[in-house]
């Protein structure tokens, strides 16, 4: 069982238009082969509400082009909107650290875009159901040492990894 090892994307900010995205983020490029902004995504399809968080929507989704399960990932921005230009740099900065991410042991983000009908971030990252290591723990009382030492050891890679990438 691969841990997964993340660095927590809190968004602080993004303008409301696309024009203005682009504006502010000359990479940002949304590839229109795999998405419809009006909602109709072809590549990946929304499913059930599994999470809920304080700042996000984890819903089960697919990736059509992979034939894999994802999670859809949906935070709101309206109020984010009025944030700075230096915070907007920040979200942005962080996505595409996360995006070129690469290690068995570190959670793969897949592809993100900005909704503009529903003012939501989206990304789309592998679907792991058993929750934090922590709830995974509180469930399963009696896991054996060389389980917990491996658990470590995968840890420990992802961190090496990440900390490698400043």
């Not at 942005?92 to 529903?118: C, M, P, R, S, T």
């Not at 961190?159 to 400043?166: C, D, P, R």
Request: aromatic share 10%; net charge positive; proline share 2%.
């Amino acid at each position: 069982m691969a841990t997964a090892v993340v660095k927590q994307v809190q968004p602080a900010a993004m303008d409301t238009t696309d024009a203005q995205l682009k504006e502010d983020r000359p990479s940002y490029q949304p590839q229109t082969s795999q998405r419809n902004l009006d909602a109709q995504y072809t590549r990946y399809t929304k499913g059930e509400l599994v999470g809920q968080g304080a700042c996000k929507r984890v819903f089960r989704g697919f990736d059509e082009e992979l034939g894999i399960e994802v999670a859809w990932n949906e935070v709101p921005v309206h109020e984010l909107a009025s944030s700075s230009e230096k915070e907007r740099d920040r979200v942005f900065g962080e996505i595409a650290l996360l995006k070129q991410l690469k290690h068995k042991n570190v959670l793969a983000l897949h592809d993100w875009w900005y909704d503009k009908k529903n003012s939501t971030l989206v990304f789309i990252t592998e679907l792991f159901m058993d929750g934090s290591l922590r709830s995974y723990r509180r469930k399963h009382k009696n896991v054996d040492v060389t389980v917990l030492k491996r658990w470590a050891w995968q840890i420990l890679q992802g961190l090496v990894y990440l900390h490698g990438h400043n």
